[in-house]
């Protein structure tokens, strides 16, 4: 038997009652209604686990970091000393990169579970990534469900940002790095107006906790969400 205890001790973060629902009926080993490899599909849906207690963690660290912070106001700009906004900068970066993860890990269990596939230089071959969701081709009914459910979240205007910063951070300099070249005080981390542009200012003075909890919630909404179509395709009585 496979166990992952953390699961059932996260306080932390967005509940997901189906999420951890279906973690306990794949750890007891309950008949499923379709042919899977139990094994297989629960160590993945551990890991996706695993990745929403780490985030859940950051988010707490970098609420610490802001409220120890000792920053002063001139006007509506704010500023910091260098330690503390690197500090910020790594706990945010680390968490933006995260919880992007969870959505790319949980993609490949709906993809195992569903048996779904995407067209990649002319053969089909399963899913990598979130991404892949929006156009997979599957066998199942609820294939259609999933699709439609990744389409809405990558529609939502949070997403789109919260993508481009996750790409930011991927293929550019971590938000505000280059000012470490300059002086001993800085000016805090507020998120750039435009992620795809690495020159791009924070006039708009997007605060960086706020953003990261709006995007927590929908992350963790679409798993959940997900979860209860899933175990109502494995498991008799699923929502009852």
Partial sequence: MID?????????????????????????????????????????????GIKMCFVCDTMEKLEQLNDEVEAWREGRIVYTKKKEFYDFIFHL??????LYSVLDYFALEIGEILRLEKEKRGKFVGIEYFTDLKSARGFDQNTLVIKQKAADLSGQFWYEYFHDMRNRIVHMLPIGLRALMYGNTIEFPFLPDEPKNPDSLSEKKLDPLTECKKWLEGVFCFVDGICLVLGKQLFDNFET
């Fill in 93 to 98: 970066d680390t968490y933006i990169f995260g």
């Fill in 4 to 48: 992952f205890p953390i699961l059932y001790e996260r306080s932390k973060g967005p509940r997901t009652p189906n999420f951890r629902k279906m973690s306990v009926m794949l750890r007891e080993g309950k008949q499923v209604k379709i042919s899977i490899d139990g094994r297989s599909v629960m160590i993945k849906h551990g890991a996706v």
